[in-house]
């Protein structure tokens, strides 16, 4: 079992940095795959990040390449989504997940509890 819980969410203006913290909790953590999905009012959860078990692998999607930034410190138990030149777009809850590398949903087995990020312009 792993157990998620995400910090670091606020309110930013256009252009500026928040970094995303997820701290896991259960000694298999560093076995996982880890991801980063948001969920913004009236949409789809979708896929934003994910890193593999050992960091040697990340993926990220269209919307965030180059602006955003997965990492992971397995001797922690936590992984960090670095965001830079944040858009209003970027405006959801944002969730940190465990599971297999993929940018599928239904890959995942654990979640958060989502922490919010308001990008205001």
């Known amino acids: 079992q792993v157990q998620l819980v995400e910090s670091g969410g606020g309110l930013v203006q256009v252009g500026e940095s928040l970094r995303l913290s997820c701290a896991a909790s259960?000694?298999?953590?560093?076995?996982?795959?880890m991801g980063w999905f948001r969920q913004a009012p009236g949409k789809e959860r979708e896929f934003v990040a994910t890193?593999?078990?050992?960091?040697?692998?990340?993926w990220y999607a269209d919307s965030v390449k180059g602006r955003f930034t997965i990492s992971r410190d397995n001797a922690k138990n936590m992984v960090y989504l670095q965001m830079n030149s944040l858009k209003p777009e970027d405006t959801a809850v944002y969730y940190c997940?465990?599971?297999?590398?993929?940018?599928?949903?239904?890959?995942?087995?654990?979640w958060g509890q989502g922490t919010q990020v308001t990008v205001s312009s």
């Open positions: 259960g000694r298999t953590f560093s076995s996982y795959a």
């Open positions: 890193i593999s078990w050992s960091s040697d692998m990340t």
């Open positions: 997940a465990g599971g297999r590398y993929s940018r599928s949903r239904s890959m995942y087995d654990y």
